[in-house]
């Protein structure tokens, strides 16, 4: 059951992270390969603040806050770039705060991590059971992602989907596109950090490499496997390729080469996606991808 | 796809994974009741199969999977559940908490220093007993916050006695360090240091290099060293940085003593890298008898993990007395680090 | 004076080094229009093919050939049954991008089961050229030399044949070079052959100098896919430039700066480079 509550907790964590850059790729069509490192500005800004003695809910607004602004400059400084250059310019961003992360050893103690995260505390009671704290996430979670299906679904978001399918001809109209870009960058960002928050505080233990290149990349798969643009399918992608490793424990093979062979299986899998359902499992059929 | 195809496809995953959990969970194990029976033990192992510590993790397995095969002979049947972690904390959680499902405790494993640390809250709260071959408290974060893992490879700070001895017989005046980014390095510069300051030599030049970057910083860090005029190097990391590291070495036509940690003897006797001579290695060197039995059946050296892995599976089978092989915090009594020249 | 020669040595090798990956990966954004994750395999495979040719006892010469051989032949088989099906199905170049990486997972699981998760020497016994302050190993010349060949026989080909004309077309504008008679499949086959190529050269420079294991080829990608943007995606007779500036700031960064920012080093130069490129157009 532990197992089972523990995989739950994990799976929301990642759906969070999958829609709310779903909206940015999807709707917004940003292509963004940093979405690990706003994870990972949210995990230390809260382990940082808890360690000062600060309590959660203090820590999740200074880790918002922190991510909100840092976002913000990122994403202006990036607005000029083109497609394909502004994906390379997010990935130097993860590149700069992979080093930052590492060379800070002073304060978030390097490669070795920092250890002894404390549960949270809402309300007065200590999150130390996993049910309680899978309840709490969910609470947590499920709010965000309704104010970001609020905003998909608002007028916000009607305009991510024409800049997102043709940006010249929103210009015409006198849309400010920088300032959406940046807002929702931003936005996308701070739901990423709240993840992160919830991951500090449920493993108690962070280091550079949960948030790396490769996590971001993991999670742009989530988003591509669910379906570009739709929040509940890249919720469900969430929830297929984090149970799909989970689920190659069970298959039968070889135990000399079982790691090997289960890195191979994951990697027909997807190739498998990709050339079946290139749109997605579950996104809508007439949506156009970024 | 349909909304109701989509709830059903995610209903029969969920059943799928439940149902896979409770088939594959909970062995019996038979009670023997006489001489006759073959004796059952199950055991799990959390290794990091792929990943970053891909190298560390298979060659623990090889020492598991030689003790159960020996094991086997004697009529003990070893179960071992084996789950990769992908050197990814959460994953290891994960294994961690699939294993407590299937009703088993006690598990070797936790490859890696921070994947240790990682583990050490669920280790906590589920009771498991971690056997954990490849590292030592000193490079644990959180070692003192449990008394569940029990640590196989020497604890690093009994390497100052060793070191002292050699650089004070390679008359050592001038010292290098070269290190990895990491906890272990970060363990190795301040056992070195310690080190040279007994042996009454200084530290001239210190490098902590980032994984998967030695082949850029090498050739910068061996210039420094040979500017700093250093006679002595010591030198800790991968076997992929012990490669490119003697390659430099051997480029830049330095030939001065050597101290390095056991993937610099790997990478030598294993014929990946021409010996420039001068260099040594300070290990807890696998026993003669292992190496031989080891090398029969893969092919390959045994690192000191290998080794650790097969003494702990044959104390978790027979159940031996842990007290006398473990001190107080967890670190083996067993083993002392041995300087010995690579041939 | 020493530390000058050195770095040059190590600046010149990282040159031919990035130069040959970058023009592959020109290539393969030539005709693909995605960052292919599948080209870190192609360099998989090549490396560990002149490994397992040289484990056998075959010559250097031939080790290359074979690897060679079988490098591109890996190629076809994916561009043929998997990327030929991706582009019928007019997938986005994010979901072109994710079947790559399974690509990648699939080369990666293999050649772990085949050659284990070790790292591995492509040559023991290396040689050495020494004069004066300057030490430069075989493998290293052999690189260069290596890199300066395929340089040149791209460029030449970019620049002077229907080939390079028509990989241009077909990058520019796809269905125009259709219309004008450019056989597409011809120009996709031969672009990823020369990819192939370029992949499997950088892997055995790369093995002949340092060691590969399976995760070796990933950072090597990345190193192509940011050599490439800063002169141009899809140009490959400028790759070389963007290699030139690449290496001298890495290496500037590590021996003047430190190591452990290196990477932050060149990806903050490499950001300025192209804001700056973007403002004047």
Request: charged share 15%; aromatic share 10%; glycine share 8%.
């Amino acid at each position: 059951m532990e197992y089972l509550i523990h995989l739950s907790i994990i799976l929301l964590i990642y759906s969070g992270l999958a829609v709310s850059l779903s909206v940015l790729v999807g709707k917004a069509g940003i292509f963004s390969v940093a979405h690990a490192t706003w994870f990972g500005v949210g995990a230390y800004a809260t382990a940082l603040s808890m360690f000062g003695g600060y309590s959660y809910g203090t820590s999740v607004v200074v880790a918002i806050s922190v991510t909100l602004v840092v976002s913000a400059f990122v994403s202006i400084v990036l607005l000029p770039l083109a497609k394909e250059q502004y994906a390379i310019g997010s990935f130097g961003y993860s590149v700069l705060f992979s080093t930052i992360l590492i060379q800070g050893a002073s304060v978030t103690h390097g490669t070795v991590g920092m250890f002894g995260i404390p549960r949270p505390t809402v309300f007065g009671f200590l999150l130390e059971s996993n049910i309680s704290f899978l309840v709490f996430t969910a609470v947590v979670l499920g709010s965000a992602v309704t104010i970001l299906w609020y905003i998909t679904r608002s007028h916000f978001g009607r305009v991510l989907c024409a800049i997102r399918d043709d940006e010249p001809a929103l210009k015409v109209f006198h849309y400010n596109i920088n300032h959406f870009k940046v807002l929702i960058y931003a936005i996308t960002s701070a739901v990423a950090a709240l993840c992160g928050t919830l991951y500090a505080t449920y493993v108690s233990f962070i280091d550079p490499s949960s948030f790396s290149l490769t996590e971001s990349i993991f999670i742009l798969t989530l988003v591509a496997v669910g379906g570009l643009g739709s929040l509940r399918g890249s919720a469900l992608g969430a929830a297929t390729l984090m149970l799909l490793p989970e689920m190659l424990r069970f298959v039968g093979v070889p135990s000399e080469s079982a790691a090997e062979w289960r890195m191979v299986i994951y990697g027909i899998l997807l190739v498998y996606v990709g050339l079946y359902r290139p749109q997605g499992f579950f996104a809508r059929p007439h949506l156009t991808a970024a | 796809m349909s909304k109701y195809t989509v709830a059903i496809g995610g209903v029969g995953l969920v059943v799928l994974l439940v149902g896979a959990i409770l088939i594959s969970g909970k062995k019996e194990v038979p009670v023997v009741t006489s001489l006759a029976q073959v004796q059952e033990v199950t055991m799990g192992a959390v290794l990091s199969l792929t990943g970053a510590a891909a190298n560390d993790g298979n060659d623990i397995k090889n020492g598991i999977d030689l003790a159960v095969s020996e094991l086997k002979k004697r009529g003990t049947v070893v179960h071992v559940d084996y789950q990769d972690d992908a050197t990814d904390p959460k994953k290891t959680i994960s294994a961690l908490e699939l294993l407590k499902a299937r009703d088993i405790s006690t598990v070797v494993g936790l490859t890696w220093g921070y994947i240790a640390s990682a583990a050490i809250p669920t280790v906590n709260k589920e009771n498991i007993t971690i056997f954990s071959p490849a590292n030592s408290s000193d490079i644990v974060a959180g070692a003192s916050t449990t008394n569940r893992i029990y640590y196989g490879a020497v604890n690093n700070y009994k390497k100052i006695e060793p070191t002292t001895a050699w650089l004070a017989s390679v008359r050592a005046t001038n010292l290098a360090l070269i290190a990895t980014q990491d906890a272990w390095g970060s363990a190795h510069t301040d056992v070195w240091s310690q080190a040279s300051l007994k042996a009454g030599a200084r530290v001239v030049y210190t490098e902590t290099i980032p994984y998967g970057s030695e082949a850029d910083v090498m050739p910068v860090a061996i210039h420094k060293i040979k500017k700093q005029k250093a006679d002595a190097i010591l030198w800790t990391g991968t076997e992929a940085g012990a490669i490119v590291f003697l390659k430099e070495l051997e480029r830049q036509n330095i030939h001065i003593p050597v101290l390095g940690t056991n993937y610099i003897r790997i990478a030598i006797v294993d014929g990946k890298v021409a010996n420039p001579g001068m260099v040594s290695s300070i290990e807890s060197p696998a026993t003669a008898d292992f190496e031989q039995r080891f090398k029969k059946a893969y092919g390959l050296s045994p690192s000191v993990y290998a080794e650790s892995a097969y003494r702990m599976t044959y104390q978790i089978a027979e159940k031996q007395d842990l007290v006398s092989s473990y001190d107080a915090k967890g670190d083996t009594f067993g083993g002392q680090w041995v300087v010995a020249g690579v041939r | 004076m020493e530390a000058l020669s050195t770095a040059t040595v190590q600046i010149v090798w990282t040159i031919a080094t990035y130069t040959v990956l970058s023009i592959g990966f020109n290539y393969l954004w030539s005709i693909n229009r995605f960052f292919d994750i599948g080209y870190a395999a192609q360099i998989l495979v090549g490396a560990y093919s002149f490994y397992a040719f040289e484990r056998a006892g075959a010559s250097l010469p031939v080790a290359a050939c074979g690897a060679l051989g079988i490098s591109v032949i890996c190629a076809l088989i994916l561009e043929r049954f998997v990327y030929v099906r991706l582009r019928a199905q007019y997938a986005s170049p994010l979901m072109s991008l994710i079947v790559s990486v399974g690509v990648l997972a699939v080369v990666q699981g293999v050649v772990s089961m085949l050659f284990t998760t070790q790292s591995q020497t492509l040559v023991v016994a290396e040689h050495y050229f020494r004069f004066s302050t300057v030490s430069v190993s075989y493998s290293q010349i052999l690189t260069i030399i290596l890199g300066c060949i395929v340089y040149m026989c791209a460029r030449y080909v970019s620049t002077h044949t229907s080939f390079g004309t028509q990989v241009r077309a077909v990058q520019d504008n796809e269905q125009l070079a259709r219309t004008s008679g450019v056989g597409i499949a011809r120009v996709r086959s031969l672009s990823v052959m020369c990819a192939a190529v370029c992949a499997t050269v950088a892997g055995i420079g790369v093995g002949l100098n340092t060691s590969i294991n399976p995760a070796f080829s990933m950072s090597l990608l990345l190193d192509a896919v940011v050599i490439s943007m800063i002169f141009g995606l899809g140009n490959i007779p400028r790759a070389i430039y963007g290699a030139m500036l690449f290496s001298c700031i890495e290496v500037a960064s590590v021996w003047v700066v430190g190591p452990g920012w290196k990477d932050a080093t060149t990806f903050s130069v490499l950001i300025m480079l192209l804001l700056y490129r973007s403002a004047k157009t």
